[in-house]
């Protein structure tokens, strides 16, 4: 059988869009779910069961603009020395690259970045196969923005929402009896959250958009609802409360969130599955579309591709996913099912609405900087201090390794081709 370049370069590039799926899987949703494990409220498999159903369904409903954005905004095929076939050659080493980071950052337990590293993995492929002229460096510089936002955004929005469920609900002399009445209310706007964001999809950094307030009514109206099936839940959950001490009555307030924050997991892997399976994605299907063609059935059915990032993802997670999960879960502070249900609600909020406009901002930024939020609404003393310090230096090296790694892995590539 001839050697056929073409055919093994899409090979390449699918085996390392699973490879980088597969260290999402063992690194960013062990991000996603280690609060709600660290917590106690669910157990590794129950975690399992959620990352795949929910990331699959975020990945499909909202994940296609951050796809867009990272298969066209980040790298200009078109400055390529030798146009498709090297553009090619560097998205399939951008993912390959991106995976290897992740598949050592897993092994040392750093919840690092995705986002950064295949970002960063796609700069020094751009480079190298076309010059700094082939990357798009305004798209860039507004996604690096959104890496020093997003955790700022995630930890006030959990110090916020944590200060006010103290106020409403912790504080309160019978915390169960408060949370009858305010659980509805912290709880609807998680299922609002996710029906705007399904609906409202604009890929603002290709230059399009949509009207938002029809999909601002729609998820109203699906927080009025939602609230309202609740109260009969919260009702029965929270029978005979009055007749207990505080101490008991924050024992069962903890037990009811325990319970709430499966509702969080579910959404926070939502949250990731519209955001971070796309960094796999998104790549991928460039290589299929410039190789193939755009009449080729893979490059015009993205569910293929999606399928194969879900699959990925939840087979990393089952086989790595333990060791980031102890880090997010319980070395940067302890986390309660109140503390974790904050956490995980703040950190998807900001996930999903970055999803819905295409940014592909970092996941582990937002519930990193949500948990070091709900810290600090305990104390300073709370936090970890050493442990976060060893998290942000991971940051902070992830994106010169990977494009320093994958500019030299291009020009080998392109040189063997």
């Known amino acids: 059988m001839a050697f056929d370049p073409a055919f093994t370069l899409l090979a390449l590039a699918a085996l390392a869009g699973f490879y980088l799926a597969w260290n999402i899987g063992a690194n960013d949703v062990a991000n996603a779910m280690g609060t709600a494990v660290g917590s106690g409220a669910i157990r590794l498999a129950t975690a399992l069961v959620i990352a795949g159903v929910f990331e699959f369904a975020g990945a499909m409903l909202v994940g296609d603009t951050v796809s867009q954005t990272l298969e066209r905004g980040v790298i200009d095929a078109a400055r390529f020395d030798f146009g498709t076939r090297d553009y090619a050659i560097g998205l399939a080493v951008a993912l390959f690259t991106a995976g ?73 002399r019978s915390p169960l009896a408060r949370l009858r009445w305010w659980g509805p ?26 009207d938002p307030r029809p ?35 924050m024992v069962r307030a903890e037990r009811v969130f325990g319970r709430l924050q499966i509702l969080t997991a579910c959404f926070i892997a ?9 960094n796999a994605v998104g790549p991928l299907a460039g290589v299929f579309r410039s190789i193939a063609g755009a009449s080729s059935a893979v ?68 519930l990193v900087g949500a948990i070091v939020g709900v810290g600090f609404a305990r104390s300073i003393g709370a936090i970890n201090a050493q442990v976060l310090r060893s998290v942000g230096t991971s940051w902070l090296v992830t994106l010169p390794a990977t494009a320093v790694a994958a500019a030299a892995l291009t020009r080998a590539l392109i040189a063997f081709f």
């Open 100 to 172: 290897g980071w992740l598949n050592v950052a897993s092994s040392r337990g750093w919840p690092v970045s995705t986002t950064h590293s295949i970002v960063g993995a796609l700069v020094g492929a751009g480079i190298a196969g076309g010059g700094f002229d082939a990357v798009r460096w305004p798209t860039v510089g507004i996604i690096a923005v959104t890496w020093v936002v997003t955790p700022i955004l995630g930890g006030l929005l959990a110090y916020a929402l944590f200060r006010l469920m103290q106020s409403l609900v912790l504080d309160a």
């Open 299 to 366: 490059a015009t059915a993205p569910w293929v591709l999606t399928l194969l990032g879900a699959v990925g993802v939840v087979v990393g997670l089952a086989a790595y996913g333990y060791r980031v999960i102890e880090t997010v879960g319980t070395a940067i502070t302890e986390l309660t099912p109140t503390r974790g249900f904050v956490a995980e609600a703040s950190a998807s909020t900001v996930i999903v609405a970055a999803s819905g406009i295409g940014l592909p901002v970092s996941a582990t930024h937002a």
């Open 185 to 210: 209310v912290f709880v609807a706007p998680i299922f609002a959250t996710v029906a705007f964001a399904a609906e409202f999809r604009t890929p603002a950094l290709l230059g399009s958009a949509i």
């Open 270 to 278: 939502f949250a990731h599955g519209s955001n971070d399976v796309a």
């Open 215 to 249: 999909a601002l009514v729609d998820a109203a109206l699906v927080a009025l609802v939602s609230g309202a099936l609740v109260v009969p839940l919260f009702l029965r959950a929270t029978r005979g409360a009055e007749a207990l001490s505080h101490n008991e009555s």
